[in-house]
């Protein structure tokens, strides 16, 4: 995804220290309409149009929400890591979402989390 270091190794381990020393370029600025749609193609389907966990599969695999305050202290890149690798029954978008569009989905989470984001129409973006 174009020569970005690859810390596979450290994560599958729980090592969090390349992941929460990623700087965010985009952090502060407002969710865009690419953000949006790549959160609803891949993981509104499981964490829902608002981020309660409450999507279609998410409530079957009980997937977490994203506005907890324990989802809202995870770092940036945290996120950006989860999104790239997976975790746990969360699949890897790492080979679908690259580099800075990993970012855009991270701002979106963070726009829901703050509740400045309005929810989709019911029905749109699965």
């Not at 995804?1 to 994560?11: N, Q, R, V």
């Not at 998410?58 to 945290?78: E, I, N, P, W």
Request: proline share 4%.
């Amino acid at each position: 995804s174009g020569g970005e270091a690859d810390w596979t190794a450290e994560w599958r381990v729980l090592n969090l220290a390349t992941a929460d020393r990623l700087v965010n370029p985009l952090a502060g600025q407002p969710a865009t309409p690419v953000g949006d749609s790549l959160y609803h193609t891949f993981c509104a389907v499981c964490h829902g149009q608002t981020g309660a966990g409450d999507g279609k599969v998410g409530v079957q695999m009980a997937a977490l929400s994203l506005l907890t305050d324990r989802a809202k202290a995870l770092s940036d890149g945290y996120l950006y890591s989860i999104v790239r690798y997976g975790r746990g029954v969360m699949p890897r978008y790492g080979e679908k979402v690259h580099g800075v569009k990993r970012w855009e989905i991270v701002n979106y989470v963070r726009q829901l989390q703050s509740g400045t984001v309005a929810a989709a129409a019911p029905g749109g973006g699965n």
